[in-house]
């Protein structure tokens, strides 16, 4: 934990989103922040997975994020650029950092040397080849990444990352030749709740490091991990329990240590955005004050979060669900949700549609497109 660190970073301003809605009446997107829930879901992490617990910065880079997760006692981070290392090591000084973006250019190969970078991946020769070109020390971790073709996921990172197994064990052979320290990592893709992805990609490690008459130091085994987006929460225990099961009958006699990397899942419950009622046509189409190019840009991606209120001024409503076109407030076209979201037929111009569990890449990935953009952040007690 950071010197001087407490154990709540942030003042609550309001008991309840519902309650500040009504109150301010704001005009504006905002999203609801509960540092109770972070901390809690980072201790949770924490008690139950059976190894070290990272997180990813990319998916929420807010300072009062960060701050509340090495509160919580996080103090090794997931980082994909230069600026999030900066951005963690303004906050936490000696925080570890784990650069697993697999493609780099020099110039930020060499940054994270000076940055003192702990461990990086890579999925290609001419990577791990420029990790030695730029100075990264003998005995520093190198992780090989490898994918396999599992659908159990929104969307799979395989297409982008990852090293088939035959190359990844002729890779995971040249960083031990190369005196780095050999390890390997995965990532069953965004939003999987299926243990077994987890269990399949860990049987493949066991018979990689084999093939490649390796020792591995350590298996990060990803992020990936569900957040709660409708219906019942992910069994985020039913996986802890599949990857050290896996892990003990994928290395039998000598399991590597274990590293995960929850963004999505870590963050995503702490937070509630509020959008506003701007219109609604005779056809029943609603028109938000935020769309796909603000806090509801994963949408087109992996669909609407299912938990969701909609407030009036004076109470949630709470009429007939019906299916309705729902737009953005720019004035491109391309701006509406894909598919129709079941709202409530009392529903008016000037109420609220509150969408909880959106902590994750709903300002991440926030553009200022037409001059929208801008969402407030109020801390809250609770968020239903």
């Known amino acids: 934990m950071a010197k001087g660190a407490r154990m709540s970073l942030v003042s609550a301003l309001r008991t309840s989103p519902v309650t500040y809605l009504q109150t301010i009446r704001p005009d504006h997107p905002v999203l609801f922040f509960s540092p109770a829930i972070l901390q809690a879901t980072a201790r949770r992490f924490c008690a139950g997975f059976p190894g070290l617990v990272t997180y990813a910065v990319k998916a929420n880079d807010a300072g009062e994020v960060l701050d509340n997760l090495i509160a919580a006692g996080i103090s090794t981070f997931d980082v994909a650029s230069p600026h999030e290392m900066e951005e963690v090591r303004t906050r936490l000084p000696n925080a570890v950092l784990h650069y697993n973006n697999p493609v780099r250019s020099e110039e930020e190969v060499r940054i994270a040397v000076r940055l003192g970078v702990a461990s990086y991946s890579v999925d290609g020769f ?37 090293a088939d197994p035959d190359e990844a064990a002729a890779i995971l052979a040249r ?23 987890w269990a399949t990609y860990i049987d493949a490690a066991g018979r990689i490091a084999q093939r490649a008459g390796v020792a591995i130091d350590r298996l990060n085994v990803g992020g990936g991990y569900a957040a709660h987006r409708g219906g019942a929460a992910p069994d985020l225990d039913a996986i802890f329990r599949a990857i050290a099961e896996a892990v003990g009958q994928a290395f039998p006699g000598s399991a590597p240590a274990l590293v995960c990397e929850p963004g999505r899942a870590m963050v995503a419950d702490a937070f509630s955005l ?7 046509r005779d ?21 609407a979060v299912d938990r969701r209120i909609v407030v009036g001024p004076g109470a949630e409503r709470a009429g007939k669900q019906t299916p309705r076109k729902v737009f953005g407030p720019t004035c491109d076209s391309l701006d509406h949700l894909p598919d129709a979201l079941d709202l409530p037929d009392d529903i008016a111009e000037g109420d609220w549609v509150l969408f909880h569990g959106m902590g994750a890449y709903s300002t991440a990935t926030v553009t200022r497109f037409n001059g929208y953009g801008a969402i407030d952040i109020v801390t809250t007690d609770r968020l239903h």
């Open 283 to 303: 056809d029943g189409s609603v028109f938000l004050n935020d769309g796909i190019y603000g806090g509801l840009a994963e949408v087109p991606v992996i669909g």
């Open 126 to 162: 001419g990577e791990l080849a420029k990790l030695a070109r730029c100075g990264v020390p003998a005995g520093t971790e190198v992780a090989v990444r490898y994918r396999l073709p599992v659908k159990s996921a929104a969307y799979d990172f395989g297409a982008k990352f990852g």
């Open 175 to 197: 960083v031990s030749d190369m005196g780095f320290r050999p390890s390997m990592t995965f990532h069953p893709g965004t939003q999987c709740a299926d243990p077994s992805a």
């Open 274 to 280: 509020a959008t506003r009622v701007k219109t609604i």
